[in-house]
């Protein structure tokens, strides 16, 4: 029955319906948050948050929480829930730098630039011309780009890894420690 024409077919549908959600999330903006009143990119509001202090010299801001949640509603509103910061000292290199940019371009770089890892990785365990099609539509897919999660960096890492821990252990091993 599940033929690769049916697969991209309803890998394409379900793509498209994931596009057309997207969509309507972003026209249902006030420009930082949702119809609902959350930061756009819910997840990765934190990670902007803390970001912004680091640009500010204040590294260990972050993991103060009423530090953190006061400079959330700073950038997203009174109204805004607390966002903790669950990072490692480290990752506040990556919240630098999309905290650098504007909050709709740091979500955008952060979700492409995770996302494109994310194919990458699936595209080296299955080498096949719809492996990005079925990848993309998944439907996590929409959920992890919906509230910004760590979710393509995590698949990633966790399956470069794997498809490195044979011929390159080493890298595998380096893999598993940033994860």
Same mark, same amino acid.
């Given at each position: 029955w %599940?033929? !690769?024409e049916r697969l991209r077919l309803w890998a394409f549908a379900v793509l498209i319906a994931s596009v057309a959600g997207l969509g309507f999330l972003i026209a249902s903006t006030d420009g930082l948050s949702d119809y609902q009143g959350r930061p756009l990119g819910t997840d990765f509001s934190n990670v902007y948050a803390a970001g912004t202090y680091v640009l500010e010299g204040q590294p260990g @801001?972050?993991?103060d929480p009423p530090s953190?949640?006061?400079r959330e509603r700073a950038i997203f509103g009174e109204a805004t829930p607390f966002y903790g910061w669950h990072y490692p000292p480290f990752f %506040? @290199?990556? @919240? %630098?730098l999309v905290a650098a940019l504007p909050y709709g371009w740091g979500l955008a770089v952060w979700l492409a630039a995770s996302f494109a890892a994310y194919l990458a990785? %699936? !595209?080296a365990i299955l080498p096949r011309p719809e492996t990005w099609l079925i990848a993309a539509a998944f439907p996590a897919v929409f959920v992890n780009i919906g509230h910004g999660q760590n979710g393509f960096l995590t698949a990633a890492l966790l399956g470069g890894a794997l498809h490195f821990l044979d011929r390159r252990p080493w890298l595998a091993g380096i893999l598993i420690g940033v994860l």
């Open positions: %599940l033929t !690769r @801001a972050p993991f953190q949640h006061a %506040l @290199a990556v @919240a %630098l990785m %699936l !595209r």
